[in-house]
């Protein structure tokens, strides 16, 4: 991908979706993400959704004649021939998350 065709604005949203689509691709939920890295579930969902200091790192590597470092900084996901026909050409939303199975005999606390 080409980061200098791309308007500040342009490039915080493309490392948004990739952050989200390891995220997804890692089957980890926003908010477990922000309490394994200790930051907010807000802060979690603006780097997603392109906004927040995402903005001041592009600029100054714009600055820099950096950009180009990007791909490698977080590549673009890639999903096989066998996902994606699993999948029936679904792009995936959401993290299913860990679920906590009750067994019989087991309190549960709702």
């Keep these: 991908m080409d980061f200098y065709t791309l308007s500040d604005k342009g490039i915080a949203a493309e ?3 990739r952050l ?3 995220r997804l691709g890692k089957n980890i939920t926003q908010a477990e993400l ?3 890295s ?3 579930l807000n802060s979690i969902k603006a780097l997603e959704s ?3 200091k995402l903005a001041t ?3 100054v590597l714009r600055e820099l ?3 180009d470092q990007l791909d490698s900084f977080i590549p673009d996901t890639t999903i096989s021939p066998l996902q994606l026909a699993k999948m029936q050409g679904k792009r995936r939303e959401r993290a299913s998350g860990e679920r906590l199975k009750a067994k019989p ?3 549960v606390d709702w």
């Design 57 to 59: 790192i592009i600029a």
């Design 38 to 40: 200790t930051v907010s």
């Design 65 to 67: 004649g950096a950009l």
């Design 15 to 17: 490392l948004g979706q």
């Design 20 to 22: 989200k689509a390891l």
């Design 50 to 52: 392109g906004r927040g």
């Design 105 to 107: 005999g087991d309190e």
């Design 34 to 36: 922000a309490e394994a």
